[in-house]
């Protein structure tokens, strides 16, 4: 199910030309992160077929689906709608022993990632050309979108910062990073993000780029129990405030 949602995101989006802003409220865009991934690996690895993409389970899985500019088969990794958190690092690192000559990008969320951190390790010590790039927004955004959308925001533990320091990054992912020898920076901006993709893509060997953005809602999806004739292409909110004429 979780492909025929993108299949028909995808299909509205190019007939319908959507363009989206870079920034949310001051923060990066996640689908313009990936948007911007997608055309500095297109300058910097000519050959498609020398580049696999995978990603974990969230907002990020679906924003790679349709903001990536695959141009060659095979070179998507996903576990669909299975909905298995910390795919995303494993399946880099298989990519990455199956084809050696090839640059792996993992495209993952700060929770999904976590629940295979400690292969960091395995991409530092077998030397695996494994790039990982994390969307953080400190929350669980798929979870929380769910609570905001059907549960009148009530959320249940899925912010992921440290609640004592809203402010933080919580985890420090390039702190864990050092620990396991793996190089990786944190960006906040479209200057910066380019800089970090570029010299990740350039650096032999694993490396992680941690970018902040925005806590954004991705579409479309499907309430629980609903069919596709339900689909919902856009914010509950955003709907309301177009039928009242604003």
Known sequence: MLFALIFIFVFIHLLLGVAFAQTLNGAIRPEFAISLLSDVCAAEIPDPKKLCVTT???QHQMWAAQHFKFQSERRFLTSGGLG?????????????VAMPEATIIDIDGDGSFQMNIQELATVAIEKLNTK?????NQYLGMVFQWENTFYK????????????QPGAMYPDFVTICKGYGV????????AGMKAAY??????PGPFLVDV???????YPMIP???????????????????????
Not at 132 to 136: D, E, K
Not at 183 to 190: I, L, S
């Open 56 to 58: 974990g389970v969230g």
């Open 84 to 96: 298995s958190m910390g795919f995303g690092l494993p399946s880099a690192l298989g990519a990455a």
């Open 132 to 136: 990982m790039v994390i969307l953080n």
């Open 153 to 164: 925001g009530q959320h249940a533990h899925t912010f992921m910062g440290d609640p004592e």
């Open 183 to 190: 190089p990786a920076v944190r960006v906040f901006d479209e």
């Open 198 to 203: 570029e010299t990740m893509l350039r650096t």
């Open 212 to 218: 902040v953005c925005a806590d954004n809602h991705v």
């Open 224 to 246: 629980s129990g609903k069919g596709y004739e339900d689909i919902m292409l856009e914010d509950p909110a955003v709907l309301e405030l177009k039928a009242g004429g604003l």
